[in-house]
């Protein structure tokens, strides 16, 4: 089983890929709570040099809180990440983790339903841009 699912955006820039990916969660009742700035970060921390690659902690209230209300450690698998990566040739690939993945590892059967819906919500993210 795949751990997630992605798109390649070609004749795309990088912040324009951020924008349509914020936008297109945002349709689906996502917000952005974290980002992490890889390249910056492995810079300032230990010097390297590394590609364009930005991490974005996506949740959704509404699903976050039912998974809450199910398992009560499940704050330890969220949120949702989905990464912007800038290829060697330009391209940007756009990926999203699959909840019913990483829910897996947890034995709540309650949460499959939960993840089911989140993975469609996060799969239409992912099929829908262009």
Same mark, same amino acid.
């Given at each position: ?7 390649t ?10 924008? %349509?990916?914020?936008? @297109?969660?945002? !349709?689906? #009742? ?7 700035? /890889?390249? &910056?970060?492995l810079k300032k ?20 809180? %039912?998974?809450?209300? @199910?398992?009560? !450690?499940? #704050? ?7 990464? /912007?990566? &800038?290829?060697?040739n330009?391209?940007i690939?756009?990926s ?9 590892a947890?034995?709540?059967?309650s949460?499959g ?9 996060l ?8």
């Amino acid at each position: 089983m795949n751990y997630f699912f992605s798109k390649t955006l070609r004749n795309t820039s990088f912040e324009d890929a951020k924008e %349509k990916v914020t936008v @297109a969660l945002k !349709k689906e #009742g996502f917000g952005v709570l974290t980002h992490i700035d /890889i390249k &910056e970060t492995l810079k300032k921390k230990i010097d390297v040099n590394f590609r364009r690659y930005e991490i974005l902690g996506a949740c959704n209230p509404h699903f976050a809180y %039912k998974a809450l209300l @199910a398992e009560d !450690k499940i #704050g330890l698998m969220l949120p949702c990440n989905v990464i /912007i990566d &800038e290829n060697d040739n330009g391209d940007i690939e756009v990926s999203a983790v699959d909840p019913i993945a990483s829910m897996g590892a947890v034995e709540n059967k309650s949460l499959g339903v939960i993840a089911n819906e989140v993975q469609q919500k996060l799969k239409r993210v992912i099929d829908n841009l262009n």
